[in-house]
């Protein structure tokens, strides 16, 4: 059974950091294409970052991009979302996802078969 657990969410100040943690289950991530993404209320779900599959490479959707990281720790099983310069409208449900269907990397949420649960970041001040 396959399982993704997203962790390290809260509430923080603008400006300020976070880093979101992906454990896995019953898949090995790096065998797999990853996504982070996030869906605020009222708003359709979006990529912010992406790990792909072929060679590990990441990318960041424009709109974080130079703010948001992607990264992976393969002895860990456990991908990670480094946030930074959070703003206001950083605040949503952040999602990881993952799947060995996709040769490379996607930002759209149909790409994906496997999903956490999410976690809530409020960035307030």
């Known amino acids: 059974q396959v399982q993704l657990v997203e962790s390290g969410g809260g509430f923080v100040q603008p400006g300020g950091s976070l880093r979101l943690s992906c454990a896995a289950s019953?898949?090995?991530?790096?065998?797999?294409?990853i996504g982070w993404f996030r869906q605020a209320p009222g708003k359709e779900r979006e990529g912010v970052a992406v790990?792909?599959?072929?060679?590990?490479?990441?990318y960041s959707a424009d709109s974080v991009k130079g703010r948001f990281t992607a990264s992976r720790d393969n002895a860990k099983n456990t991908v990670y979302l480094q946030m930074s310069s959070l703003k206001p409208e950083d605040t949503a449900v952040y999602y990881c996802?993952?799947?060995?269907?996709?040769?490379?990397?996607?930002?759209?949420?149909?790409?994906?078969?496997?999903w956490g649960q999410g976690t809530h970041v409020t960035v307030s001040s």
């Open positions: 019953g898949l090995t991530l790096d065998d797999h294409a």
């Open positions: 996802a993952a799947t060995a269907s996709l040769t490379g990397w996607s930002f759209l949420p149909r790409s994906y078969e496997y």
């Open positions: 790990i792909s599959s072929m060679d590990g490479s990441t």
